[in-house]
């Protein structure tokens, strides 16, 4: 069965640093794009980082450009969110989806569910000190 499995999350302090993981299974890696999103209480879910399928090109959102670093392992199955310098705004459940037709809906920062297939069950970031 097609799954993604998020990992990593839990408290840091401002400043601090997380490696999130998401891990896929029953498909191939190489021939997805995926998409890290974030939803906060009280909040609109909203695109943070993509990686493209193809030429491995990467996008962020403007909230985290600067602090945020995605990466791939294909041998692995794994999509990497190396979250840096985070701030309390960035608290939030972190998600990955799958995106059709490349990383398009992290680029245009408006969720399109059409294109986002197959999500896996999150993983809570806290920031605070």
């Known amino acids: 069965q097609v799954q993604l499995v998020e990992s990593g999350g839990g408290l840091v302090q401002p400043g601090g640093s997380l490696r999130l993981s998401c891990a896929a299974s029953?498909?191939?890696?190489?021939?997805?794009?995926i998409g890290w999103f974030r939803q906060a209480p009280g909040k609109e879910r909203e695109g943070v980082s993509c990686i493209s399928n193809s030429d491995g090109s990467t996008y962020y959102a403007d909230s985290v450009k600067g602090r945020f670093t995605i990466s791939r392992d294909n041998a692995k199955a794994t999509v990497y969110l190396q979250m840096n310098s985070l701030k309390p705004e960035d608290t939030a459940v972190y998600y990955c989806?799958?995106?059709?037709?490349?990383?398009?809906?992290?680029?245009?920062?408006?969720?399109?569910?059409?294109?986002?297939?197959?999500w896996g069950q999150g993983t809570l970031v806290t920031v605070s000190s």
């Open positions: 029953g498909f191939t890696l190489d021939y997805l794009a």
């Open positions: 989806a799958t995106e059709s037709y490349g990383c398009g809906v992290v680029v245009a920062q408006v969720l399109d569910y059409r294109y986002l297939e197959v």
